[in-house]
C-alpha cells in the first residue's frame, strides 16, 4: 500500500502535503480503496474558514457517501476543479491527482497532532 513518507495523515484517512502557510490534501490509499470507485467529490465551502475537524465536503463513491473533515483549521482557498469532470483521479492517483483543497493554515501548531507515515500504518494495519 502506497503511504508517502513525506506527508502528514489523520485518524479520518486524510493526507496532508505542507508547503509553508499552505496545506494540500486529499484522502489515502487506503480511504480511496475502501469506498471503491469514486464517482463524484463535493466542495462547498471553497473560500470558508473553517475549524479542524469540521466538515469541508464529501466524496461519492458506488455504494456509500463519506464526509471529508478538514485536518488543520483555515481558509479553504483552493478546490481541485478537475474532479467535477474526473473523479476517478482520487483512485487512480489520490497523492496527485486526486488532491482535493488547499487550505491557507490558520494555527500551525495543529501540524503536530498529524499522523506521520508510520503512526498512520499502524493505524491502518499496514
Do not use: C, R
Not at 490534501?25 to 470558508?48: C, M, N, P, R, S
Amino acid at each position: 500500500m502506497n503511504i508517502p513518507e513525506n506527508l502528514k495523515y489523520t485518524k479520518d484517512h486524510e493526507w496532508v502535503s505542507i508547503e509553508g502557510a499552505i496545506a494540500t490534501i486529499g484522502i489515502t490509499h487506503f480511504a480511496q480503496k475502501e469506498l471503491g470507485d469514486i464517482v463524484y467529490v463535493e466542495v462547498e465551502t471553497l473560500d470558508q474558514t473553517l475549524d479542524k475537524d469540521e466538515v469541508f465536503g464529501t466524496v461519492e463513491a458506488v455504494k456509500t457517501v463519506s464526509d471529508l473533515f478538514l485536518p488543520l483549521a483555515g481558509e479553504i482557498i483552493e478546490f481541485n476543479d478537475a474532479l467535477e469532470s474526473k473523479p476517478e483521479s482520487v483512485n487512480e492517483d489520490p497523492y496527485g491527482a486526486g488532491w482535493m483543497i488547499k487550505v491557507k493554515i490558520a494555527n500551525p501548531t495543529e501540524i503536530d497532532s498529524l499522523l506521520s507515515s508510520e503512526s498512520y500504518k499502524v493505524l491502518i494495519g499496514a
